[in-house]
C-alpha cells in the first residue's frame, strides 16, 4: 500500500509487511530514557539518537501537552527483525530526528508489558490486510487511541511512513481522530468479556469433534499443522495425548508422536547443546527461527515427559533430559530462576551459533570417517543446506549411513555421541547469542511445572529440586502481601503488576509442586493467589477474568482474551488452574467457576474451524467431561506409591497425600497404622483401597 492511499484503505482495513523480531546497541553518542530501565531490550535502544520513553505517564503526559502523535514500537530482545529494524532505523540520524521532531517515540518490551501490546496487536489486526507481527509499530493519538500499525519496514518506507503522518496529523486531525475513535471502539468490543447466558451440556462428542477437526488440518507426513511457518503449540498434542487416553483413538496419537519425532529430528531442535528454537520457518520443521523462548521449552518439557510415560519411547526420554541441561546451563540464575530467551544473533547473522561449514566441523573432528559419518548423519549439504552453512538436520534413512561405512547402531550412537560432544565444546567459544536475563512470572511457573512433569516422568531427584527452588524463590521475590503477584524480577528487582496469565501459570505451578512433594504449603499458597485474582480480575458480568487487574491505570480497553496460542490464554489456564484447587481444597466455588467458564467457551469451541485456538479449553473440557481422580495415597510408604504411580501417564488423575492425613478434606480418615494405602476416588466417593500402584491404575482405567 501507497502512504498516499491511506485515508482511503483505512476504511476497510489496512496494513502492511510480515515480520518477526531483535535489537542490540554499540554506540553511546546519544542516551534517552530507557538508559534507566533494566529490560534488555529496553537497553538495547537506551543510546540510540532517537529520544525514546518507555510506556508510562511521563512519556503520555508529553505527548499531550506537546499535542504530538505518539509512536509505539513493541518488540523483544530476541526478535531478529526488531534488531534488523533497529540498526536500519532507529540507529540513523536522520530518521531519529524526524521522530524526535514530530512525535513522541514509546519503546515497549512486550514480555514486560503484554497487556499494552495486546492493545497494539489487537490494533494492528483489526486495520491490517496483511500479517501483524514484530516488531509492532502503532501510531497513536495523544490519549493513546491507535490510529495505524504496521510490522517491519525498511529505512525508505519507515521514512515515508513517519512523514505522511507528521503531515496529515497538520492537515487533517479530524480524519485521524474518527479514525482513531472507531479503532478504539472495534478494540474494545472484540475485547469484551461475553456474558454467561444459559449453561451448556457437556459431551464426550464435542471433544472428538475438536479432536477430528485438528486431524483434518493436520500435516501427517511431517507433523503439525498445515502450512508454514510451524509452531510447535504444545498444548494442542498434550489434548491429543490425553484424548487418545481417554477414548483410545490411535490416529491422535499417531500424528502427535508423527510431530514430536519430526521437530526433535529437525533444525529446530539444537542436536548439540538441547533446547528448542521458537518456530520453524519451512513446513519439515528443518529451518527455525532461532531464537530460545523459556515458554516453549518449558511446555515441550512438559510434553515430552508426558509422551515418555505414554509411549516408554527413549528418545523422549532423551530430549526432555537435553533440554533441561540447557535450561540448567544457559537458562537458570544463580538464585534458581529461569531467564526469558536466547536471541537468534550472533556476530551479526541470525543462526550462526549454531550452524557450521563442512571446513568449521573437520578443523574439530579431523579429516577421518567420524567427520564425515557426522555430516552425513546431520545432512550436511558441500555448498551448506542453508544460507551457504549447515543446520543440523537428522538424516532420516540412518541405515544408508550404517550400511556405507559399515557400523553398528551402538557404534554409530558412540560416533555421533562423541562427535557432539566435541563440537559443542568448540561452539562453546564461539560469541553467543545475547541473553534477556529478567525473569517472567508465568514463564517462571511454566518451568516449574516441566521440571515437576519431568520428574514424575523420569524421577530424577535434581528435577523436582530444581522445581521447589524456582518455587520458593517466585514466591519470596514475586509473590506480595494478600497475593498480589508481580511480572518481572531482574538485578534483585521485582516490578510491575502481574497479570492473569501470571496468576493462572503459578497457582498451577504451586499445584504441581504440591503434586511432587505433598507439601500443604503449596495448596495454600495458590488458593491466596486465587483468592487475589477473582477479587481484582473478574468481569462484572461474565465468568471470564480481564488480563489486568482493577488496581492498573486505564488503557484505552480492558481487555478479556480468551483465545488459546503457542502460549494457552490466561483464562483457559485459570480455568484449569481453578478446577484442580477446587478439587484438591474441596470447593465447589472454585470448581463451579471453571465450569462456568468452560461452559461461556462452549459455543465457540463447537463452532469454530481453527481448534489450535481453543486446545487448552478443550483440556479443560476434558477434565470436567471425564472427572478427575483424586488419587490418595497415605502411609509412610507414600513416596514409594507416588513415584510409582506417576511414571505412568495418568491425564485425569491428581494426587494428594503423605505420611499422615494433614488437614486436607479429601484425605480425612484414611490413615491406616502401620500400612499404607491407594485411595482411588471420583468426587469424595472412593473404591476400595489398594497397596499395589497397578491395582490404582486399573480401578481407574475400569472407571472410564
Known sequence: MRISEWPRFCLFGLLVLLASCGGSNQAHKHTNALVNENSPYLLQHAHNPVNWYPWGAEALQKAKEEDKLIVISVGYAACHWCHVMEHESFEDSTVARIMNENFVAIKVDREERPDVDNIYMTACQLAAEGGCGWPLNAFALPNGQPVWAGTYFPKKEWLEV???????????????????????????????????????????DALQTGASAILEQADLQFGGLKGAPKFPLPSVFRFLLRQHVLTGQDSLLRFATTTLDAMMSGGLYDHLGGGFARYSTDTQWEVPHFEKMLYDNAQLVSLYSEAYQLTGEEAYKTVTEETLEFIAREMTSPEGGFYSSLDADSEGDEGRFYTWTAEEVTAVLGEGQAARVFMDYYSFRPGGNWEGRNILIREKNVQKILDEYKLSSSELSQTIADAGSKLFTARAKRPRPGLDDKQVTSWNAMMISGYAHAFQALQTPGYRDAAVRAGELLQEKLVQDEGRILRTYKDG????????????????????????????????????????????????????????????????????????????????AMGRALLHLGTYLYDTTYTQRARHMLQRMVGEIEETTAPSYFSNWMNLYSELTYPLYEVAIVGEAFAERRQALQQHYLPNALFLGGADEGSLELLKGKLQEGETFIYVCQNKVCQLPVQDAQAAIQQMRRGR
Do not use: C
Open 162 to 204: 513517519l512523514k505522511y503522518f507528521a503531515d496529515l496529523y497538520q492537515t487533517d486531525r479530524d480524519k485521524l481522530e474518527e479514525y482513531g475513535q472507531l479503532l478504539a471502539e472495534g478494540i474494545q468490543s472484540v475485547s469484551r468479556p461475553k456474558p454467561l447466558e444459559e449453561s451448556s451440556e457437556l459431551s464426550p
Open 493 to 572: 528487582q521485582a516490578k510491575i503488576n502481574g497479570f492473569l496469565d501470571d496468576y493462572a501459570f503459578t497457582i498451577e505451578a504451586f499445584l504441581d509442586l504440591y503434586a511432587i512433594t505433598f507439601e500443604e504449603k503449596w495448596l495454600e499458597r495458590a488458593e491466596a493467589l486465587a483468592q487475589y485474582a477473582l477479587k481484582h480480575f473478574s468481569a462484572e458480568d461474565s465468568p471470564m477474568l480481564y488480563y489486568t487487574s482493577d488496581l492498573d491505570p486505564a488503557l484505552i480497553a480492558r481487555t478479556a482474551k480468551t483465545e488459546d496460542n503457542v502460549i494457552p490464554s490466561g483464562n483457559s
